[in-house]
Structure formats: C-alpha cells, structure tokens
C-alpha cells in the first residue's frame, strides 16, 4: 500500500524559505510523477509542480521563480523549496504520487499546514 | 493557461437522489485528460475518475464521468450519506495543471 508523510517546520518567517520532505513507503520512487499540491484555508486546490525520478522537473508559472522540487537524499524522498514566501503561501501542502503515465494524483499524503507569519 | 469552472458552487440535495456536477474548460481539454476528486473535511482529496469516464480503482459505481473537449460532467446516482463533499475537476492534459473551484455538495 502506498504511503506518502510531508514534515517540515509548520511555521515559517516572511521572507525566508519553506521546505517540506515527503516521505514514500510501500513503493519506490524510482518510477511514477511526484507532485507538491497545496491549498490555502478554506480555498481550493493549486498545483505547485512535479518531479519524475530522473530529475525532470515542472513548475506552475506562478510561482516557478521560487520553486524548487527535487528528490532526496535519502531513498523514497522528494522535498520542496519555496522562497522568499509571504503570508498568501499559508497553506495546507500535500504532496502525491502521479500515475505511471500521466499527471493526475492516485495517492496524496495527509497534508501539512504551513504558516507564514513573523 | 485552462481555467476550469465549475457549477454550481453549491449542490444541496437529499440522501437517495441524482447529483449532477458540471466543469466547463476555457478551451479543450487535450486528450480527455481530466480528472475528479472528493475532498471531506480535514481529508486529503481522493481521485474519483481520471481520462473523462474511467473509475479510479475501489470507487463504487455509484460514481460516473462523462463529456469531451470542454464539457464534463460527474454524476452520482444516488446519494450515499458519505458522498457529501466537496469535488474538485482538474485538467492535467496542458501546463500548467489546473483545478476548477470546487463544488460543496450539502445534505438538503
């Protein structure tokens, strides 16, 4: 059964920069689309981008300066990058599994709210 | 970009009855490329139907999706207590990935 854990500070500085790791079991990441997905308080879904496991990356526009997805160190890993955030990047961040061949989300991790305040 | 809307923005119907959710795209979907998701209340969003019409593996056929090029529908035929939510259609044919707003099923 696949799993998938985000962990990372829950609060954040303007400013600085938010990083989150998700941690994948019960697959390996050496296949499939991994996706960093959030959603502000009580709003809807926005897509923050993708990584496949040979380092292939895409980005929303919007926010593609300051993004950065790569995979971990350590096996079954990804994390994400966003810098220089403001209070608008206070969300709950999930992170997913793509399906093998295209881009829509089959497991999502149980999310983790992050907030931007000083 | 594909900007994808939804309606309406709130369903209220009873337990029993047919549930009819539409997605309008601003321009064709490629491929059929869209999928629906159910997110409940401090859940994760679960994927429901991805390629236009094709169940997720688990999901009852209660559940059913149909439309082309950029009108879609998702309808279910009758309203389990659990199926009050709030569903989300999202285009993945074209970058970048994009959700329409959401529709909240309410308990009538």
């Known amino acids: 059964q696949v799993q998938l854990q985000e962990s990372g500070p829950g609060l954040v500085k303007p400013s600085e920069t938010l990083s989150l790791t998700c941690t994948v079991s019960?697959?390996?990441?050496?296949?499939?689309?991994w996706s960093w997905i959030r959603q502000p308080p009580g709003k809807g879904l926005e897509w923050i981008g993708f990584?496949?496991?040979?380092?292939?990356?895409n980005y929303n526009p919007s926010l593609k300066s300051r993004v950065t997805i790569s995979i971990g160190t350590s096996k079954n890993q990804f994390s994400l990058k966003l810098s220089s955030v403001t209070p608008a990047d206070t969300a709950v961040y999930y992170c997913?599994?793509?399906?093998?061949?295209?881009?829509?989300?089959?497991?999502w991790g149980q999310g983790t709210l992050v907030t931007v305040s000083s | 970009e594909i900007v994808l809307t939804q309606s309406p923005d709130t369903l209220s119907l009873s337990p029993g009855e047919r549930a009819t959710l539409s997605c309008r795209a601003s321009?064709?979907?490629?491929?059929?490329?869209l999928a629906w998701y159910q997110q409940k209340p401090g859940q994760a969003p679960r994927l429901l139907i991805y390629?236009?019409?094709s169940r997720a593996t688990g999901i009852t056929d209660r559940f059913s999706g149909s439309g082309s090029g950029t009108d879609f529908t998702l309808t279910i035929s009758r309203l389990e207590p659990e199926d009050f939510a709030v569903y989300y259609c999202?285009?993945?044919?074209?970058?970048?990935?994009?959700f329409g707003q959401g529709t909240r099923l309410e308990i009538k």
């Open positions: 997913a599994r793509d399906s093998f061949n295209w881009n829509y989300q089959e497991y």
């Open positions: 019960g697959a390996s990441i050496s296949s499939h689309y």
């Open positions: 990584i496949y496991y040979s380092g292939t990356t």
């Open positions: 321009q064709s979907v490629i491929s059929n490329y």
């Open positions: 390629g236009a019409s």
């Open positions: 999202q285009q993945y044919g074209s970058s970048p990935i994009t």
